[in-house]
């Protein structure tokens, strides 16, 4: 039996702001049981739901020196489909209304010490790992304190350390001497060939020149950070690990996203009944949500992080043009820059019929959405996989993205003479090509609906479960511990 620790700032059921959490929710119970145990590590904030909070049992505690103090750890532990979850409880670290916080050091200080303090809880929960799969920024500082101090005990010897990419944009930046005295890390470690970028201190970059792998989201991301322009300022680094580094691709929960047993739709379909009901689902989300209700009309959906890594300059653009001129509804429903959460609103009195923006965030209604809507629309600037076009093929909405990431890898551009392909693509971004993209789209939905079902079919045809990833993950896992 192989031992493997994941450790991430936030999983499903317990926290999620976004795909990471479904993919640490996922992923662990998709590895092979029978060779592997997979126990995965979050810290315990007091912002998850109560019904979840329940779920968790108390361990232990103890001390651990961090930032100049001497601070409390405590490990509680729930069993969740076969997997079994650790909690790092510390009130002055994790007490805050959301899982992150506006503040960067706040930020940097307490996932410092949830790196630490995993690494210090393994001999007391009697699970020794033989690979830890670190996961983000948050996690970057595992395998650097692994290395710096924790595998001179015999206990530690050995372990080994995968850095996952999910979002190469978020680094957990700060200045040296800051970062220094907090972590007790010293001067050694904080040069450029090691956590020093461009001045400050970078967790993320510890992460990726300690772990012995490297792994992001998707095969095409893998290719684009080596690149300036998708490198966030790590592209030499990562050139520089290029043979350490793959592209693995997320997969979704067919049993969560499926929408022939979907209890958070009024009306399940399937692949073969998708014609006849999934349209009812369109008519109670234009009900619920106070829109015109016409079956006929080409819903679009959009759910978000509202951030400009997902495209909402090339929407702002053009949405009045298309608002004011297309057949079309918009359903809305995300959180994030107070300007895209403006303009939503904006669009949202001045088209009630058309447009309906929620923003907040909402499990049902996301599931609503993916099942109401003939497309979706994610047009990114950058997609290290994305889940949301994932969820979208396979209740029959059809993607309309921006080829970046693993959007590349997910969606098949539509080949109207082969008839081919799962959704519609543009390359630049350039908000008149996504319109044109999101046109070519209407005019096949409304003009050539044979056509258009098919392109249905194929997306919910198509496999993207853990299967395969979970296979290629099982592989790397046992290259690296041998
Ligand atoms: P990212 O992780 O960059 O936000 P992904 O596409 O990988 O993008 O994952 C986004 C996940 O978050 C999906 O499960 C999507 O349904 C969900 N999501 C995003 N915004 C909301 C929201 N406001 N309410 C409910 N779910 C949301
Ligand atoms: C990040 C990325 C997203 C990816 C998710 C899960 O949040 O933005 O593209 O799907 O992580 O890996």
Redesign the pocket.
């Known amino acids: 039996m192989k031992n493997i620790l994941f450790v991430a700032s936030e999983g499903v059921p317990f926290i999620k702001t ?3 959490a ?1 993919v640490v929710g996922s992923l662990p119970k998709e590895i092979d049981k029978k060779y592997y145990d997979v126990r995965v590590f979050l810290p315990k904030y007091s912002c998850m739901r109560q019904e979840m909070k329940d779920k968790l049992e108390y361990i232990t505690s103890f001390y651990m020196d961090f930032d100049w103090r001497s601070m409390y750890v405590g490990i509680m532990t729930a069993v969740v489909d076969d997997v079994r979850y650790y909690f790092i409880d510390n009130e002055d670290m994790f007490n805050t209304p959301r899982p992150y916080t506006d503040d960067p050091l706040f930020e940097i200080k307490r996932f410092a010490f949830f790196s630490k303090a995993v690494l210090s809880a393994l001999p007391t929960i009697g699970f020794r790992p033989d690979l830890i799969h670190c996961h983000d920024w948050q996690t970057g500082l595992v395998p650097v304190y692994l290395k710096e101090r924790f595998q001179n005990n015999d206990f530690y010897h050995g372990i080994k350390t995968v850095m996952t990419i999910h ?1 190469l944009r978020f680094q957990g930046k700060w200045n040296v001497k800051d970062v220094e005295n907090i972590t007790g890390l010293s001067g050694y470690y904080f040069t450029p060939d090691k956590l020093e970028a461009y001045k400050d201190a970078n967790l993320l970059k510890g992460g990726l020149v300690y772990a012995d792998a490297i792994t992001t989201v998707s095969p095409t991301y893998a290719e684009e950070i080596k690149s300036k322009y998708y490198g966030e300022g790590l592209d030499g680094l990562l050139n520089a690990r290029s043979h350490d580094l793959r592209g693995i691709l997320n997969g979704i929960d067919y049993s969560v996203f499926d929408p022939a047993a979907d209890k958070r739709i009024p009306h399940p379909y399937s692949k073969s009944n998708w014609r006849k009901e999934k349209i009812k689902n369109k008519i109670e989300l234009q009900k619920e949500l106070g829109l015109a209700q016409d079956e006929k009309t080409f819903m679009i959906g959009i ?3 509202l951030t400009d ?1 997902k495209g909402f300059d090339l929407i702002a653009y053009v949405m009045e043009e298309m608002l004011s001129l297309d057949a079309i509804q918009v359903v809305v ?3 994030g820059e107070e300007r895209y959460e403006n303009m939503f609103r904006y669009f949202a009195e001045k088209y009630g019929n058309k447009l309906s923006a929620n923003i ?4 049902d209604l ?1 599931h609503k959405i993916y099942a109401a809507s003939d497309a979706f629309l994610m047009p990114s600037l950058f997609e290290p ?4 076009q994932l ?1 979208a093929l396979r209740y029959g909405s059809v993607p309309i993205v921006r080829e970046t990431g693993g959007l590349k890898d997910t969606v098949q551009p539509y080949d109207e003479y082969a008839q081919t392909g799962t959704g519609f693509t543009f390359t630049n971004y350039n908000a008149h090509e996504m319109m044109h993209a999101v046109r070519y789209a209407e005019k096949i939905y409304y003009d050539r609906k044979k056509d258009w079902n098919h392109i249905v079919d194929r997306g919910m045809a198509a496999d993207f479960s853990w299967k395969k990833s979970a296979g290629e993950y099982q592989l790397m896992y046992d290259w690296l511990i041998g």
């Not at 907040?360 to 499990?363: F, G, L, R, V, W």
């Not at 996989?385 to 949301?388: R, V």
Request: aromatic share 10%; net charge negative.
């Open positions: 976004g795909g990471l479904d979002n759910v978000s992080r890594q429903l995300g959180t907040y965030y909402s499990e996301s996989c994305g889940l949301s969820m």
